[in-house]
């Protein structure tokens, strides 16, 4: 008996030790490392790694303001190696503190012109440049994700933010979205592509439903985005704040899920607008990765345009999202899936990789004196090449032999610096750039940096109110040309009720006109605005107009480059200006029926010149309109076969001579667009499908040439769900602008039965 109970207790001993041998569970848990997020290989473990809290919380932002009072922020996990990484706007420079942080001291930063300016200089390289500017000035303030660019379509010219987008036309905005996306993406920052998608209007943004055919979504709406994110890769793509045929874009599966991703293979983050979430759930499930900016943290009472945003939000909680996973409501593949977006994004950033580590994130840190330089060179450059020269009758432009101007008009009278309505920069709300006022070149300032005397109303700071007709003969007597500046200011938030004038800004130009032509003088107008005015009233009694846009603070520097001829104007409309408001595709369609809270596109792709050249409405200026102190001459267009098959993908290319005939070096923006004679289906009489800016010396020509391929011909079948190109003859048109068409052929897709 004895001897058996000694085996068994030494049979426990062994198994004893054998179990003490093996390390727990537990402990060899506690020794495995924790995984760090390293790399994209690394990712998958550090999900595993992170616990359910963890990632319901990295969903969400850190709150707004952000940081140091930037835009937003994402959340910090620091033992798995997850930094907080830095988003902030905008699309005409970085936006630091101000506007809506009152109480956060502000980082001052260039402020470049406004995007619709960038497009109007139809010049990819430029665009790209000053993108490149934009990434050194985020990356000096520690920003990994600027959120820009806007390429939502100028649908209706009273759009709030048509300021802050590029065109009427997707081909020219995703073209010029794609550059500003390489340009600030070479420079190691993310860009967020928005706000996607059919975001044109400002009244009841956060709640209206665009009701919107499939063909018009595919072939305006969206082609811009998807240039954009088939051609530059943008970081992120931010969803909006409206519904589109019933579903809020932040929980869209058919745009964010289907087309976004499926269709277009983006494979980065998408953020949702500031509380523009209804349904986390929802958002979170249909492709909205990253619900943006979080808890309100700024200082009460909320300024009214985070007012009308925060209102209409459900506040997300990592509380609420945790519940919803654990009953089911939600999968935790799906959270999985976030994450694996939001750290994909995260490695790509400067903060990721050390760049930042020396960075002073304090209110004490401001560009460096060289950037603010390089910063306001660039601005004044693009400034002028952006800047569209509408009329110039008998050549009044450039001033030859004047040393006097007087000038006249609210926005010229006043220097910004000194805290009034002077010349206006830029475009209000989220895109508003903390400027330093020393840095702003006010009209009257630029024009004396051009070394010109300047005259305004009996020398004082009238505003144009107060401007009589004997001041206008005072005016008129006293100088050698008159200058009038009109000024109009565009805001996020708020859709212009009109485009017209003041009946007082019309009556000046009267009677300015009416002075100098007594005196055998010019007046010349410039416009100082972000979207199209009206202009048939009254530009008759005008001798030159020149569209300045809101170009930044190099704004009177860059003026005074185009009306001293030192630089010679170049850019063309991204938008139309048409006669008169009746005459908009939209009109009596924008911003909607507000009982209903529902917009009806009910011009479906007759949006902008394609409306205006299909109906014969003749606009005051058209899409790609811009003069040129030189004259251009087009030549020999050539196709490299006037024959496509319809079921071969093969492009077909189109070369054009151009020549500068003038006494002048300038540029020319050269636009093909085609025409399908004798389509069964509707379609617009012509499209931009390709364009070139090209600098020519006197007497100099150049070949341009442009690839014309089968989807440039083809248009979106509803039916069908997919982009046909259909038999039948086209023209291919080649002008200065969309209705200045200097060179014409034909080109044939058959059918190869
Ligand atoms: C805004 C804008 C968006 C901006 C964001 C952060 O409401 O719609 O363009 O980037 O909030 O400021």
């Known amino acids: 008996m004895n001897n058996r109970f000694n085996k068994i207790i030494n049979l426990c001993m062994i198994v004893i030790l054998l179990l003490l041998a093996i390390p727990s569970r537990a402990s060899a848990v506690e020794r495995r490392p924790l995984p760090k997020l390293v790399n994209e290989a690394s990712i998958n473990e550090v999900i595993k790694g992170m616990t359910l809290d963890e990632k319901v919380?990295?969903?969400?932002?850190?709150?707004?303001?952000?940081?140091?009072?930037?835009?937003?922020?994402?959340?910090?996990?620091?033992?798995?190696?997850?930094?907080?990484?830095?988003?902030?706007?905008?699309?005409?420079?970085?936006?630091?503190?101000?506007?809506?942080?009152p109480d956060i001291p502000i980082k001052t930063s260039t402020a470049f012109p406004i995007p619709s300016l960038l497009s109007a200089t139809w010049d990819v390289n430029q665009v790209k440049e000053v993108a490149k500017s934009f990434g050194k000035?985020?990356?000096?303030?520690?920003?990994?994700?600027?959120?820009?660019?806007?390429?939502?379509?100028?649908?209706?010219?009273?759009?709030?933010?048509?300021?802050?987008?590029?065109?009427?036309?997707?081909?020219?905005?995703?073209?010029?979205?794609?550059?500003?996306?390489?340009?600030?993406?070479?420079?190691?920052?993310?860009?967020?592509?928005?706000?996607?998608?059919?975001?044109?209007?400002?009244?009841?943004?956060?709640?209206?439903?665009?009701?919107?055919?499939?063909?018009?979504?595919?072939?305006?709406?969206?082609?811009a985005f998807e240039m954009a994110v088939k051609q530059a890769k943008p970081w992120t793509v931010?969803?909006?704040?409206?519904?589109?045929?019933?579903?809020?874009?932040?929980?869209?599966?058919?745009?964010?899920?289907?087309?976004?991703?499926?269709?277009?293979?983006?494979?980065?983050?998408v953020m949702s607008d500031w509380w523009a979430v209804k349904n986390s759930f929802a958002a979170l499930a249909f492709g909205n990765d990253l619900i943006m900016p979080g808890v309100y943290k700024g200082k009460l009472p909320m300024p009214d345009l985070i007012k009308d945003v925060y209102n209409n939000a459900s506040a997300p909680t990592?509380?609420?999202?945790?519940?919803?996973?654990?009953?089911?409501t939600l999968s935790e593949n799906t959270i999985d899936s976030c994450a694996r977006n939001i750290l994909k994004m995260i490695i790509k950033t400067p903060t990721f990789k050390g760049e930042?580590?020396?960075?002073?994130?304090?209110?004490?840190k401001a560009l460096t004196q060289q950037t603010e330089e390089e910063g306001a060179r660039i601005n004044r450059k693009v400034a002028s090449e952006g800047m569209v020269l509408l009329k110039n009758a008998d050549n009044t432009l450039p001033f030859k032999g004047?040393?006097?101007?007087?000038v006249a008009g609210q926005n010229s009278v006043v220097d910004v610096t000194n805290?009034?309505?002077?010349?206006?920069?830029?475009?209000?709300?989220?895109?508003q750039v903390n400027v330093n006022p020393k840095n702003v070149v006010s009209l009257i300032r630029g024009l004396k940096n051009a070394n010109y005397n300047v005259l305004n109303s009996r020398g004082k700071n009238k505003m144009i109110e107060g401007l009589s007709t004997s001041d206008a003969a005072y005016l008129a007597k006293r100088t050698d040309i008159g200058l009038v500046s009109i000024g109009r200011i565009s805001t996020e938030g708020i859709d212009r009720l009109d485009m017209n004038m003041k009946s007082e800004e019309v009556q000046l130009i009267k009677d300015l006109s009416a002075a100098y032509h007594a005196k055998k003088k010019k007046l010349v107008v410039v416009l100082n605005i972000g979207a199209p005015i009206e202009v048939a009233s009254w530009r008759d009694y005008a001798d030159a107009i020149l569209l300045a846009w809101q170009p930044g603070q190099e704004a009177g520097n860059a003026i005074a480059d185009i009306l001293s001829g030192k630089v010679n104007p170049s850019g063309k409309l991204p938008e139309t200006f048409p006669v008169k408001y009746s005459d908009v595709p939209s009109y009596g369609n924008f911003p909607g029926d507000t009982n209903t809270n529902t917009v009806d596109y009910a011009e479906g792709i007759y949006v902008g010149y394609r409306y205006y050249d299909t109906k014969h409405i003749k606009p005051a200026y058209a899409f790609g309109h811009g003069l040129s102190y030189t004259n251009f001459t087009y030549d020999n267009l050539k196709l490299s076969s006037t024959k496509m098959r319809l079921n071969k993908s093969k492009s077909l290319t189109l070369s054009v001579d151009i020549s500068n005939e003038g006494k002048v070096a300038g540029k020319e923006i050269v636009q093909l667009y085609i025409h399908h004679n004798n389509s069964k289906f509707e379609r617009p009489y012509k499209e931009?499908?390709?364009?070139?800016k090209i600098s020519l010396q006197p007497g100099q020509t150049k070949t341009v040439t442009f690839p014309i391929s089968k989807r440039s011909l083809s248009i979106y079948n509803e039916a069908l769900k997919t982009w046909v190109s259909e038999p039948g003859l086209f023209k291919v048109l080649v002008g200065s602008s969309s209705q200045d068409i200097r060179q014409k052929s034909e080109l044939r897709i058959v059918d190869n039965k």
Do not use: C
Request: glycine share 14%.
């Open 57 to 101: 919380r990295l969903v969400i932002g850190i709150g707004y303001p952000g940081p140091n009072g930037v835009a937003g922020a994402t959340y910090a996990i620091p033992h798995l190696g997850i930094p907080s990484v830095i988003l902030s706007d905008g699309p005409a420079g970085i936006r630091i503190g101000g506007n809506f942080t």
């Open 137 to 223: 000035e985020a990356r000096e303030y520690g920003v990994d994700v600027l959120l820009a660019p806007g390429v939502n379509i100028q649908r209706d010219p009273l759009g709030g933010r048509n300021f802050e987008y590029y065109s009427e036309d997707p081909f020219l905005a995703g073209t010029i979205a794609t550059a500003f996306i390489k340009g600030v993406q070479s420079m190691g920052v993310g860009t967020s592509l928005k706000h996607f998608a059919v975001n044109n209007q400002e009244t009841n943004r956060t709640t209206i439903n665009v009701v919107i055919s499939e063909r018009a979504l595919r072939e305006i709406y969206l082609p």
């Open 238 to 269: 931010m969803s909006s704040y409206n519904a589109v045929n019933g579903s809020f874009s932040t929980q869209n599966k058919y745009l964010l899920t289907d087309i976004l991703r499926k269709e277009w293979g983006f494979d980065g983050v």
């Open 318 to 328: 990592p509380d609420l999202i945790k519940a919803a996973i654990q009953n089911g």
């Open 356 to 364: 930042y580590r020396n960075i002073d994130y304090s209110h004490k």
């Open 402 to 406: 004047l040393n006097t101007i007087g």
């Open 419 to 431: 805290g009034k309505l002077g010349i206006i920069i830029g475009g209000g709300g989220s895109s």
């Open 688 to 692: 931009l499908k390709g364009f070139e």
